[in-house]
């Protein structure tokens, strides 16, 4: 049993995502320059699972205070698509997905094609609430978050 669980401590603590977290919460003044632009603050939490890595992002919305949820599964794998993503994520049932791509030792750049669900990964009916995270007619949203210290 000692030798499973250090594996796993050994495993968890070699890999740079590590839990990690990542956060930008976006002024009033910049909101009003980017006026597509609907997340007011942005935070995603990296973990190793013991099968998969894992994120669960945390978003607010401009004109509200509510925050919404989700986890998504990452992996390393069709990454075609973004070149210089070292990860992509992305929710079950086809919930969209994320790249991340690293700017600095302590940024990265998030990336979504079509967004990504947070509220939901997958809908059974009328009263699931499910938020799109992109830019209002965007194609590509591409949020850049600074790394904390410590994960809430």
């Not at 977290?21 to 980017?34: A, F, M, P, W």
């Not at 401009?62 to 994520?89: H, I, Q």
């Amino acid at each position: 049993m000692r030798l499973i669980l250090a594996t796993l401590i050994a495993i968890t603590a070699g890999s740079a995502f590590a839990d990690t977290c990542y956060r930008r919460v976006y002024s009033e003044d910049h909101l009003r320059k980017n006026p597509a632009q609907v997340v007011s603050s942005i935070e995603v939490r990296f973990t190793e699972g013991i099968e998969a890595r894992q994120a669960f992002a945390r978003v607010i919305f401009k004109g509200s205070s509510k925050v919404w949820t989700n986890g998504l599964y990452c992996s390393k794998d069709r990454l075609a698509e973004d070149p210089g993503a070292t990860m992509r994520c992305g929710v079950e049932c086809d919930g969209g997905t994320f790249t991340v791509r690293p700017k600095s030792s302590n940024a990265i750049y998030l990336t979504t094609k079509g967004g990504f669900n947070v509220g939901g990964a997958c809908p059974e009916g009328d009263d699931v609430l499910i938020r799109l995270v992109t830019d209002e007619g965007a194609e590509k949203t591409v949020f850049r978050l600074d790394k904390l210290e410590d994960c809430p």
